[in-house]
């Protein structure tokens, strides 16, 4: 049965303010595909029209995934041959399977792994350089930037039916005070119209290392893969 258009990208627990608290247990603002959250033994193929079916497993259960190039989802099968090969990550954080077909669009699953959200499994299709995703400490104030194909990441990335999602930046903290011995939440930041990002720290964020992740916008046909990027601390 086809699902809802717009159900793969905009399963949304909560939506970000900028700069509010993490507390969430869904997943945040993102525009590369939702897929499934958990989901294992994850497999991609594409065919020569660019859809590409995603299997997966949950609860004894083997299920099927198609993403055309636009339009509707639809649970089921490629109906074509899969024309994609195995490709390296190539440096894609949390990539899980990454295959790439003959004129260079590359399809990956990754995983999306954040404080206080479900793990969960996400598509990303696209040509070229993956999203950039950069963080740094500097005395107390974390700053950052994100673009896509040298281009600012900022605003909104709408669904297939149209609706406009916000896009965050989220930030975690390892060994701070919420959660000495792991990674807790600290903020989802919007990024500005140059793709900076940036947030003081406040005494209970004093941590040994910092995480930032984004979602990467999605752009008609392209589905940016998501970006994650590191710092050291000050704990």
Known sequence: MPMRSCSHRSRLGLLLAPAVSLAVTAASARASDWIVNGGSSPALSVDA????EIGWSSGGTRTYLVVPPAGRVYHGRLSGEDTSKRAGAGGLPN??????????????LQKW????????????????APTQLMLSLSGTRLTGTV?????????????PSGQAVRIYVIVDC?????????????????PAADGSFGLALRPAWSGRRYRATVA???????LAPDAVAYTAGTG
């Open 49 to 52: 029209r660019a859809s590409a």
């Open 95 to 108: 990539a899980l399977v990454v295959r790439q077909t003959a004129d260079g669009t590359i399809g990956a």
């Open 113 to 128: 792994d954040v404080a206080g959200q479900p793990v969960a499994l996400h598509f990303a299709r696209w040509s070229g």
């Open 147 to 159: 673009t896509f194909h040298g281009k600012p990441v900022f605003g909104t990335s709408p669904t």
């Open 174 to 190: 390892l060994g701070c005070a919420a959660s000495p011995n792991g990674w807790s939440p600290m903020l989802g930041l919007a």
């Open 216 to 222: 990467g916008p999605n752009l008609g046909t392209t």
